[in-house]
């Protein structure tokens, strides 16, 4: 399951930046829209009703080390595979948002660290999982990584305006 919302994820950010270079805005929108209505759906979906965590309650309040063991080595048995996952789920947030809002970085991330804190708060008040500081690091440094995302894309496609101004 993890490896294969990695797969969609990283689909979902290709097909948009493919999208942007193709067709410009024209068709951009429209498509980030639907992008988003998407991935807020999936996110809602996997951190409340995926998975048998009914009835979970609980608060952890350690911070497990595990990050680069999960981006070097991928693995299922241990704890490492889920901390990937964890990063990886809120690249998209932090990718989207500014193109949907127009926020400026910091917004973002202050957002991304808010929308994860809200999800880590209502999981135990749901009884749908637990609260744990861990996957709020890892959540929030994944938004980081989609705004940086982000930000390169915009830095190619300035750069590349700049070389068909030129070539005209």
């Given at each position: 399951m993890y490896l294969e919302l990695a797969f969609v994820?990283?689909?979902?950010?290709?097909?948009?930046?493919?999208?942007?270079?193709?067709y410009g805005r024209t068709l951009y929108r429209p498509a980030l829209i639907c992008m988003c209505i998407g991935y807020l759906a999936g996110l809602i979906y996997y951190t409340f009703l995926w998975g048998n965590r009914a009835g979970i309650s609980s608060f952890d309040y350690s911070v497990n080390h595990v990050l680069i063991d999960s981006i070097l080595n991928l693995d299922y048995n241990g704890g490492?595979?889920?901390?990937?996952?964890?990063l990886c789920l809120f690249v998209p947030f932090g990718y989207l948002l500014p193109q949907i809002s127009g926020f400026k970085w910091w917004q973002v991330i202050l957002c991304g660290a808010g929308a994860t804190l809200l999800i880590e708060l209502l999981q135990p008040t749901l009884q749908r999982g637990a609260f744990?500081?861990?996957?709020?690091?890892?959540?929030?440094?994944?938004?980081?990584?989609?705004?940086?995302?982000?930000?390169?894309?915009?830095?190619?496609?300035?750069?590349?305006?700049?070389?068909?101004?030129?070539a005209l």
């Amino acid at each position: 399951m993890y490896l294969e919302l990695a797969f969609v994820l990283s689909v979902i950010l290709v097909m948009i930046v493919i999208l942007t270079f193709l067709y410009g805005r024209t068709l951009y929108r429209p498509a980030l829209i639907c992008m988003c209505i998407g991935y807020l759906a999936g996110l809602i979906y996997y951190t409340f009703l995926w998975g048998n965590r009914a009835g979970i309650s609980s608060f952890d309040y350690s911070v497990n080390h595990v990050l680069i063991d999960s981006i070097l080595n991928l693995d299922y048995n241990g704890g490492t595979h889920t901390a990937f996952m964890n990063l990886c789920l809120f690249v998209p947030f932090g990718y989207l948002l500014p193109q949907i809002s127009g926020f400026k970085w910091w917004q973002v991330i202050l957002c991304g660290a808010g929308a994860t804190l809200l999800i880590e708060l209502l999981q135990p008040t749901l009884q749908r999982g637990a609260f744990q500081v861990d996957d709020l690091v890892k959540n929030s440094i994944g938004a980081v990584v989609g705004l940086l995302l982000y930000e390169v894309s915009v830095g190619v496609r300035v750069r590349r305006r700049r070389e068909m101004r030129g070539a005209l």
